[in-house]
């Protein structure tokens, strides 16, 4: 998508046309000779003189179909002119933009100096070549166990956090930005942080934690608020994922991407694409959604020969708290894994309230075990499982038939879904627990039970780590 | 005459083009100054849509657009193993070196063979000039990796008499080895053919898939088998470990020959195969798994108009490797992705919607696609039968299994592994629901594991069934009234479920014992349970003794017993007996203390 457009029949790069035929959503169509290309940038002038941008979603000999960034609202069909820019949407970049903030197409809006650009790249981005990929391993902790202990990070992994209206995603994902580190280590990193419709005091909230932590100056920030035009919300993750990018490939530096939230950026899609009277998927949403969200999804990992990563955490919120929704599930099918928040676990005062059966890390494996984490957390962890899972399932069942009916080792299991929960997920937004520490609750928990339950767990290990009595 | 005419318009990743008289359906145009590769998907008069298989940014109307006189084909030939392609077969190990860049840029072309590298290539005795050739016929050999011998056929649509043939030596694919005459005309051969993608290679006779392909995988060999030849999916919602599993089929398979496509799903997933493959080895060979093996990718973020056509690029190439006499296991991670792409291109040339967008004939090309699977005898000499068996993903939106991929897969695939969510988020992998699940090659199979491994297989096999099926009921009247009135016999099947789910049916991919059980240690394993639970059943019969009383006796050997999928390995099987005995050693004493 980085390829230059080729002047073949423009003289100059830049191609002007007054001719607005309709106007309609988000988009206008234009009137103009040919030579206009598929996906280029425009620069739409008001008769007040005001400046806008849009791209090219559609051209055919004479008429342009152009998506306006920052809406249509005040554009007329006469004294408005449009000029095609004979290039695609740019980002400069520089390591620069860190401790600034920006707009979300890329533009200043601290007050600060303008970006010397060392580099201009295309937002959109190339799809990376799976034979220039590393496969992710290095374990990252994050200090908090329920993501540690049950569902680990790698550096290079996309892990969403689906989240609900009103739960504490933002603090975790704070948290998790604060003290995540990759022990043994003492490497460049960065933060990119891409708001996508957010409200103002989401922003505030990140922005004051940022120079709280004073990691201000480590920190990249690409803003458009709620009452900001929705279809800067389709460019903004990509623009701030073009900076991670250089940052990472061209930086050598360990960029932690976060993005919320990605429904709001699903909406502008369906807005657009309804304006195109395009056939819709389910619920409306395009068809092609999958595609587009794993535009922006992929853009993270670990590559041959160079040092940086990306490591994404998007987080959006599942209207009604439904998983099956479109966006979190199509976003399940792409990122590596999802951390899924519970408004019961959060009712009942646990925090994180992350629902550990419901959340997955695809890329675990490779990132625990000896060396990486301890001997024993592979077996400890798919216990744990297969222990919470029987034990919430006893759980529902005892509130039918009742707790006395269930055997003494069926009750055991419901103290340690208890436990679980309570000591093991249950911890506070400053503790920063090491992967030791984590792995020893869970023996705690664990030890709950009978040592002849522990199926999944080697005997060596029971022997080592099992407390008895 | 090639076509020239120019492009109308340019949206997403369809191209109208004009002055296309003469275009053909499904030809192969290049579009632009820098010749992307595109297929033509309508002509209306003059007037050709183009599906464009690399990004159309920067396209603009007036462009020239050619015709190639061809339809969309792959090059078959020796160089074809151990590589990774995109969706319409270019190298893409080859495009990182030449472009020198980190990601794939668009426009770069190579020939999906390597045109310089020599293959030592061995006629054939039979192969002698004035020999009467028939297509299909294999004329020499190359050793195309340690574990391939690829065998050079005359292309399937070329007969006629041998005029010439190259004695031993090195060549490349593209010199000439040997001549026929066919009809007056003379036919250079050379050591690969080229083939349409979306049409399936000739075959002579197509044979009953009665071969189960041993997979290592305890719940599909034993449970629900797969036949050489055969059609099976995998249906699940996210995280429910589609992937892993067909990494687990692509890896420790009987097939000779491998061909993953991952179509639209994870980069990094391609690359873990990249990076273990040539590592692992190959459990009945002890080869590293990558030399037979090829890759196809186009992952989610690639151009989704290659998306459609990498699962024809993927399955022609399997029904070469069976024309030459090899059972081929293809898999194709996700059939969902693909079907979207069909979605999205019928929705760019405004077709007709069907169910949730699909275009009509969604249901006819997931058909076309299963039925290129099958056991055959390839055409020409001598005789070779060989095997394509298909495996796809599928990827319910929502796990919802009423969508239309879904419904339309399996009225075409004769084995449905149907994963299951509630499995998957208590890591009870893999997550194959015993109850939604089938194979209809189960009967089929048995006869190989009565004369192979055990004369009561399938006996066995529907005695732990039964079990899994009565555990289903069992739990449904604990639901309403607890444990407390089950009869000894239904608790009995709760205890004995549990064993077969903890200690069989469990299977952990990334342990070096438990990933991989052949037929043999498989059926110890379920042996071992039966005996227990018939040695159990024969007590608790007699009404003295309960269920209760039972359990406490023997919990420690169980659980021993439920860890030995991964703490007993392949050449210690007896250690599955003893424990058996020790435990029906336990379940006696118990009887005597009476």
């Not at chain 1, 992710?136 to 200090?143: N, V």
């Not at chain 2, 470990?241 to 391609?270: D, F, P």
């Not at chain 2, 659980?559 to 006696?588: C, N, S, W």
Request: negative net charge; hydrophobic residues 40%; charged residues 25%.
């Amino acid at each position: 998508m980085s390829a230059h457009i080729k002047d073949k029949k423009r003289l100059s790069g830049v191609l002007e046309s007054k001719e607005v035929m309709m106007i309609k959503g988000p988009l206008i169509f234009v009137k103009a000779s040919s030579g206009v290309s598929y996906d280029e940038l425009v620069e739409i002038e008001l008769s007040s003189g005001e400046k806008r941008r849009g791209r090219v979603l559609d051209v055919s000999t004479g008429v342009a179909v152009i998506q306006v960034f920052e809406g249509t609202t005040g554009i007329s069909t006469t004294g408005t002119s449009v000029r095609f820019l004979g290039k695609t949407l740019e980002l400069g970049v520089s390591e620069d933009m860190l401790g600034r903030i920006f707009n979300g197409l890329g533009d200043p809006i601290d007050g600060g100096p303008a970006i010397v650009a060392e580099e201009k790249r295309d937002v959109n981005g190339d799809p990376l070549n799976p034979t220039s990929r590393a496969y992710p391993k290095d374990f990252i902790q994050t200090g908090v166990s329920a993501i540690d202990g049950m569902n680990t990070l790698v550096r290079g992994q996309k892990l969403p956090i689906f989240s609900g209206g009103g739960l504490p995603h933002n603090l975790l994902a704070a948290q998790i930005a604060r003290q995540s580190v990759v022990r043994g280590e003492n490497e460049q990193f960065a933060v990119v942080f891409a708001a996508i419709g957010v409200k103002y005091d989401e922003f505030l909230f990140f922005k004051k934690f940022f120079e709280e932590t004073g990691a201000r100056n480590k920190v990249a920030m690409f803003v458009n608020l709620a009452n900001e035009p929705a279809m800067i919300r389709l460019m903004t993750p990509r623009v701030a994922l073009t900076l991670a990018e250089y940052l990472a490939y061209e930086r050598d530096m360990h960029v932690l991407a976060i993005i919320t939230d990605m429904t709001n950026y699903a909406e502008a899609l369906r807005e657009v694409s309804s304006a195109r009277e395009e056939i819709p998927g389910r619920q409306g949403y395009p068809g092609y959604m999958y595609s587009d969200l794993a535009s922006i999804y992929e853009r993270a990992g670990r590559t041959v020969g160079k040092k940086g990563s990306i490591t994404q955490m998007p987080i959006l919120s599942m209207p009604n708290d439904d998983i099956t929704h479109p966006i979190p599930d199509l976003t399940g099918y792409i990122t590596e894994g999802q951390i899924v928040l519970d408004r019961g676990l959060y009712n009942r005062g646990i925090y994180p309230p992350i629902n550990v059966l419901m959340s997955l890390s695809r890329l675990m494996k490779e990132g625990i075990g000896p060396g990486k984490t301890r001997e024993d957390h592979d077996d400890v962890y798919n216990q744990l499982y297969a222990a919470y899972s029987r034990s919430q399932e006893l759980k529902s069942l005892a509130t039918i038939i009742g707790e006395e009916s269930l055997s003494p080792t069926d009750k055991k299991y419901l103290r340690f879904g208890e436990a679980f929960e309570r000591s093991f997920i249950n911890q506070l937004p400053t503790e920063n627990r090491s992967i030791e520490e984590t792995l020893d609750i869970a023996w705690n928990v664990l030890s709950i039970l009978p040592e002849t339950e522990l199926t999944n767990v080697r005997p060596q290990y029971i022997e080592k780590y099992y407390r008895k009595g | 005459m090639s076509v020239l005419g120019r492009i109308r318009r340019i949206s997403g990743s369809l191209v109208v083009a004009e002055d296309m008289a003469g275009i053909k359906m499904y030809e192969v145009v290049e579009v632009g100054s820098e010749g992307l590769i595109g297929e033509v998907s309508r002509i209306e008069g003059d007037v050709a849509y183009i599906q464009v298989y690399e990004s159309t940014s920067g396209l603009m109307p007036g462009d020239p657009v050619r015709g190639t006189g061809n339809p969309l084909a792959v090059e078959l030939g020796p160089g074809l193993m151990s590589q990774i392609y995109d969706g319409v077969q270019r190298p893409l190990e080859g495009i990182r070196e030449l472009s020198k860049s980190i990601f794939v840029k668009r426009g770069v072309k190579l020939p999906a063979l390597p045109r310089d590298k020599k293959w030592h290539f061995v006629p054939n005795q039979q192969a002698k000039p004035g020999t009467k050739l028939s297509g299909g016929t294999v004329i020499g050999t190359v050793k195309e990796t340690e574990l391939i011998e690829h065998r050079i056929m005359v292309p399937p649509n070329v007969h006629g008499i041998l005029k010439e043939i190259q004695s031993e030596g090195e060549y490349t694919v593209e010199d000439i080895i040997g001549e026929v005459e066919s009809d007056g005309k003379k036919i250079p051969l050379r050591l690969y053919h080229t083939w349409p993608v979306r049409l399936p290679r000739p075959y002579l006779d197509k044979l009953e898939p009665t071969e189960p392909l041993i997979t290592g995988l305890r719940i599909i060999d034993t449970l629900f088998p797969i036949a050489k030849g055969g059609t099976a999916a995998i249906p699940g919602g996210f995280g429910t470990g589609k992937t892993v599993t067909l990494h687990g089929l692509a890896q420790w398979s009987e097939a000779k020959v491998v061909i993953y496509i991952g179509c639209g799903e994870r980069g990094n997933e391609m690359t873990e195969v990249l990076e273990r493959f040539p590592e692992y080895k190959d459990p009945w060979t002890g080869r590293p798994l990558m030399d037979r093996t090829i890759l196809i990718a186009n992952t989610s973020n690639m151009p989704v108009a290659a998306r459609e056509a990498s699962i024809y690029v993927g399955v022609t190439m399997a029904e070469y490797y069976r024309d030459q006499g090899y059972d081929v296991l293809l898999v194709a991670d996700s059939t969902s992705r693909w079907a979207e792409a069909l979605r999205e291109i019928a929705g760019r040339l405004e077709e007709m919607p069907a169910e949730e967008g699909y275009p009509s004939y969604l249901a006819s090309r997931i058909a076309e696609f299963y039925e290129r699977a099958g056991r055959v005898v390839a055409l020409g000499d001598p005789r070779r039968v060989g095997s394509v068996t298909l495996g796809g993903a599928v990827s319910p939106p929502g796990g919802d299994f009423t969508e239309p991929v879904t419904s339309h897969t399996r009225r075409f695939v004769r084995v449905f592994w149907a994963l299951d969510t509630a499995l998957a988020y208590s890591r009870h992998y893999p997550a194959i629901n015993w109850l939604l699940s089938y194979s209809a090659y189960a009967d089929t199979v048995s006869e190989w594991w009565r004369k192979n491994v055990n004369e009561m297989w399938a006996e066995d096999r529907k005695k732990a069934l039964n079990i899994l099926y009565r555990e289903n009921e069992v739990r449904e009247i604990v639901r309403l009234v607890g444990t407390e009135g089950l009869s000894e016999t239904d608790k009995l099947v709760l205890f004995t479920a549990r064993l077969l789910k903890e200690g069989f049916l469990k299977q952990n991919a990334f342990d070096p014992i438990d990933a991989f059980s052949d037929p043999k240690r498989q059926y110890k394993m379920l042996r071992s349970i039966l005996t227990v639970h018939e040695a159990i059943s024969s007590i608790i019969s007699q009404g003295t003794i309960t269920m209760a009383e039972v359990e406490p006796v023997i919990t420690d050997l169980v659980a021993q017993l439920m860890r030995g999928r991964y703490t007993i390995p392949h050449d210690k099987l007896e250690e599955f007996d003893a424990l058996v005995e020790k435990i029906l050693e336990k379940l006696k004493g118990l009887q005597h203390a009476r």
